[in-house]
């Protein structure tokens, strides 16, 4: 399935309301709520409020939903009652994330970060999945992204991929964790790199450098729909996914979602030791190889590019769909 958390005509102040929670079907966003009541379904609580509902509903919440996007795709009045995609407002599918971790999975990244730096490729790297905690009260869907001037000052993409914890847990072994994921999405990890190298020259952060926003979305793709794409592995999967940056349309970045040296599974492992994890909390992969400016400009791949005000910037994954934000100044 295709979750997604949408307004259609609604305001919203903001871009992160609560939103309506529906599904992608074919080019048309069919309102889950308004689907089981045409279908004389009703679900137990509030499973269809919001996705953070829908995800602590767990399994049987997650059930009917299926059971209902089944049937609204067999539905020629539900499909012509529907928007069309590109005429709704699209928030981030998980608007108020429960926490949201950043992982530090792809070896290519990290190494070309560090020989830009001057630095050996550090041993601990293969030791643990490394994570740390961004501001989850700063996310964004697609659309517009509000930053200030101190954040223009070398600011940057990173295209990442990201995960949404659907069962609450603790102490979860890798060989178990894929069956706590409820789906994927696209995530840019928005970074003032300025602000960043100064405050982690205290060996702290990053903080002001990442806090501003971090954009996931534009779906909530469930692990069912992936299945084409997976790769299994006694360290859990991975999904031959192509990801794409573009920049005003130029492409700037491509990899895959297959060369993380850390899996999920992995991650998760190492996120749940003596932790609960709860439905609703979002974990990001890290950056793939050549996936932000600051790797690419250090590679010479590109000459000091960073982002500016009014820039669109099209972060792409097989499957996972485009997520496509524009930076706005304020302030």
Not at 264 to 281: C, K, M, N, W
Not at 295 to 320: A, P, R
């Amino acid at each position: 399935m295709k979750l997604v958390t949408y307004l259609n005509g609604e305001h919203s102040e903001s871009g992160t309301s609560a939103g309506r929670i529906g599904a992608v079907i074919g080019d048309r966003v069919v309102d889950l709520r308004k689907a089981a009541l045409a279908a004389h379904r009703e679900s137990s609580g509030a499973v269809l409020t919001s996705m953070l509902h829908l995800l602590q509903s767990g399994r049987q919440g997650f059930e009917f939903v299926q059971g209902l996007v089944e049937w609204a795709a067999g539905n020629d009045e539900i499909a012509a009652a529907s928007p069309a995609s590109g005429d709704v407002t699209l928030l981030a599918p998980v608007p108020r994330p429960t926490s949201m971790r950043d992982g530090y999975a792809f070896r290519q990244h990290v190494e070309a970060a560090r020989r830009n730096r001057g630095v050996e490729m550090i041993p601990e790297f293969d030791q643990f999945p490394v994570f740390y905690f961004t501001n989850h009260q700063a996310v964004t869907g697609p659309g517009e992204v509000q930053v200030m001037e101190k954040h223009l000052n070398r600011l940057d993409f990173e295209l990442e991929c990201a995960i949404v914890i659907g069962r609450e847990g603790r102490d979860i072994a890798a060989a178990e964790a894929d069956d706590y994921i409820a789906g994927y999405m696209v995530m840019n990890d928005w970074s003032a790199r300025a602000l960043q190298m100064e405050e982690m020259k205290l060996n702290l952060g990053p903080a002001k450098g990442k806090d501003f926003a971090t954009s996931i979305g534009p779906f909530l793709v469930t692990r069912d729909e992936l299945a084409p794409k997976r790769i299994a592995g006694d360290a859990g999967e991975r999904y031959d996914l192509t990801m794409v940056t573009r920049v005003n349309g130029t492409e700037v970045s491509r990899g895959n979602l297959k060369d993380m040296t850390w899996t999920f599974a992995q991650i998760i492992e190492r996120a749940s030791y003596g932790v609960t994890l709860y439905p609703g909390d979002v974990i990001g992969s890290g950056t793939v190889g050549t996936g932000c400016f600051l790797e690419l400009n250090g590679s010479k791949i590109t000459d000091n590019w960073w982002l500016k005000d009014g820039d669109v910037v099209e972060c792409e994954i097989d499957m996972l769909g485009t997520l496509t934000n524009a930076i706005r100044k304020v302030g």
